[in-house]
């Protein structure tokens, strides 16, 4: 299961891929958040697997089938490096996240406890395994399924475990983790294993050829350099914010496509000003996007992305060969983008600007991006170095784990 973020959506879904294809009557189902739910579906229409709700029966269906259910969850809102006094400079932020986020953060894990408790309290419909993604929506059934002795296998995406894993860790049959995990974990957990994060076939190296006819299919030209901004499906209100104000002086050396993401798409409306079309033809040198569902070819046509530093985003740009400045979200509890940053920056695999500076000084990203735009030579060194922490087995390897369960 799986659900918070799109991060830990696409992964589950590429080891559901995998799952399938080496077993094909595997009965699998996909538990998520509410507010995931569609995005799930989406994905598996899109890669032909198909699907139903709840319990329907699967009657008809020919090939990879998985049930996919609606779970409840509750996020407990933390904001990592903040001092006592920045909860009171910041009180419009603590009441809404802190106070009444987190009273209904504990109602959704409660109820999550619940729904998980009668879901699985009959033996004959236990799973043989299950497994969890990582994030706030996997700890209620974690919980249950350590009660009932369900196997579990948990994957982590960061060097740095997050709470909800933190607190499964001690009783799963395997820890995963998509990077090297910290010495501190590998002394306490034996049952840890490093396999990288999942991605979709369809994140592979793009060739040069490659990259100008993606260029050309989102009516960009494929002669003029192709800067992709993106703070992944729900967006990133500081990345764009900070594009707005550097836009007009972006434009004059590269074009632009920005991912403004569906939680703050329609506060960026006014930068749809910048986006000329004559008839079917784009006259401008900018795009906008509420989200892309074909994020591997809008990545692949760059020459350089602006992302922030969630590991999945960071694992597909590195499939994908492409150079990379990362900005990460610093307020995150544990530091996670901060410590996949910092990483990364020390192999020379991407060009890290802080969030901090990019808000006090926007030609911070500016001039990160026209060095890198006009350094060929510099662009190829990070892909190339980036692209060696990629891991293609990593959804071959956690199906492999999983299906041992089920022997």
């Not at 009932?148 to 820890?175: C, Q, T, W």
């Not at 793009?206 to 992709?228: C, E, G, I, W």
Request: aromatic share 10%; net charge positive; charged share 25%.
């Amino acid at each position: 299961m799986g659900g918070g973020s799109g991060g830990h959506i696409t992964p589950a879904v590429a080891v559901i891929r995998e799952i399938l294809e080496k077993r094909p009557r595997t009965e699998v189902e996909f538990w998520t958040d509410f507010k995931y739910f569609k995005n799930v579906t989406k994905l598996c229409s899109e890669i032909g697997v198909s699907w139903a709700e709840g319990y329907e029966s699967k009657k008809g269906h020919r090939g990879p089938f998985i049930r996919v259910r609606r779970t409840l969850s509750g996020k407990f809102h933390r904001y990592a490096g903040w001092k006592f006094s920045d909860y009171f400079a910041h009180f419009d932020i603590t009441l809404k996240d802190l106070i009444f986020g987190n009273i209904f953060g504990f109602l959704g894990f409660l109820g999550g406890l619940l729904m998980s408790f009668f879901r699985l309290i009959i033996p004959g419909s236990r799973p043989n395994v299950i497994f969890l993604k990582g994030g706030y929506t996997c700890l209620p059934v974690g919980m249950i399924a350590r009660l009932f002795r369900i196997p579990y296998i948990i994957h982590e995406s960061d060097s740095v475990a997050g709470l909800a894993n933190r607190l499964l860790m001690k009783k799963a049959r395997k820890v995963a983790f998509g990077m090297p995990p910290s010495e501190e974990v590998m002394e306490k957990h034996k049952n840890y294993v490093y396999t990288g994060i999942p991605v979709a076939p369809e994140f592979k190296p793009v060739s040069m050829v490659k990259t100008d006819q993606l260029k050309k299919a989102f009516s960009f030209n494929p002669d003029r350099p192709l800067v992709v901004i993106t703070g992944g499906s729900q967006g990133s209100e500081n990345l764009n914010e900070t594009t707005r104000l550097i836009l007009p002086e972006l434009l004059e050396f590269t074009s632009v496509a920005l991912v403004a993401g569906r939680k703050h798409y329609e506060n960026m409306l006014d930068l749809k000003k910048y986006e000329n079309w004559d008839h079917a033809s784009l006259e401008s040198n900018f795009r906008m996007w509420e989200f892309n569902t074909t994020m591997d070819e809008l990545m692949g046509a760059a020459d350089v992305v602006v992302s922030r530093a969630g590991a999945t985003t960071i694992a597909e740009l590195a499939s994908l060969e492409k150079a990379v400045i990362l900005v990460p979200f610093e307020r995150l509890p544990g530091g996670h983008q901060t410590a996949n940053a910092k990483r990364l920056e020390g192999l020379e695999a991407a060009v890290v600007v802080s969030d901090a500076k990019m808000m006090k000084n926007p030609t911070e990203l500016l001039e990160a991006i026209r060095h890198l735009v006009r350094s060929p030579r510099l662009r190829a060194d990070l892909a190339e170095h980036l692209h060696a922490e990629a891991h293609s087995d990593a959804a071959a390897r956690l199906a492999d784990l999983i299906l041992e369960e089920t022997k």
